[in-house]
């Protein structure tokens, strides 16, 4: 499918980028008050995640799923959301989200209302953690050269 | 893992059972304003995606998968949003929703504040289609007698 004009994903990584593959990428969401938000963004502008052949599924999903567990070994969060909406940007797109029972929106989904405050003291600690768990994504999904 | 007390997708069915596999069942799930949204649980007590072993998350994505697609093919939808995300209930299921640019979130989350209200008539039509799309999903996912 040709890339539209105007498409974010298209026109830029979409986060902070982590590891580049050949069709899918990883990015850091930059996402305020939930600092491990990841999403796994596939290179090619599909729509929806059926559009893909199943062994692109699979490749996608498997990423997903690697993300998930080193945000289980790294922070031990309440529970990981995972999420492809695509509503505003219909560039498919996982999330991949910790989520921790102190965190403002828990436990509503991050796009619903916040229930409390957020709390800066844990989130500058979770913060402090992503260094070694994308250290340890990126060893894992990082393409051979 | 054993059924922890209380978890209400090992204690009821969590929708309007559609098709009984198994490892995994669909249901529709009665959320009122989205006639078009059906969940897939797994049967087993399990937290997260990832605990699934590698061929129970292609067997659990595939008829995600066969659900969207199905979604796509009768309802000619916006977008078709997935999501496993699970922090109220923590029992593996993955929301399958058909939305619409009509619809009173889109193209917010169905968990964010509604943009609009609901439009009932165009729910109507939608309610209309289903059993269609029900017959077909049932022919296409039902395990042989």
């Given at each position: 499918m040709t890339a539209p004009a105007g498409c974010p994903l298209c026109e830029g990584p979409g986060g902070r980028l982590l590891v580049q593959g050949a069709r899918w990428r990883l990015v850091h969401a930059d996402e305020p008050g939930f600092p491990a938000f990841y999403r796994v963004v596939w290179q090619e502008h599909v729509r929806e995640f059926s559009a893909l052949a199943p062994a692109d599924r699979a490749e996608c999903l498997e990423v997903v799923v690697a993300v998930e567990q080193a945000l289980l070994r790294h922070l031990r969060p309440a529970k990981v959301n995972l999420a492809s909406l695509g509503?505003?940007?219909?560039h498919l797109h996982w999330h991949v989200i910790a989520r921790f029972d102190w965190d403002s929106h828990f436990p509503g989904a991050v796009w619903a209302q916040p229930l409390r405050t957020a709390d800066r003291e844990r989130i500058a600690g979770l913060s402090a953690l992503l260094p070694s768990l994308e250290a340890d994504l990126v060893s894992r999904l990082q393409p051979p050269a």
């Open positions: 509503n505003a940007v219909p």
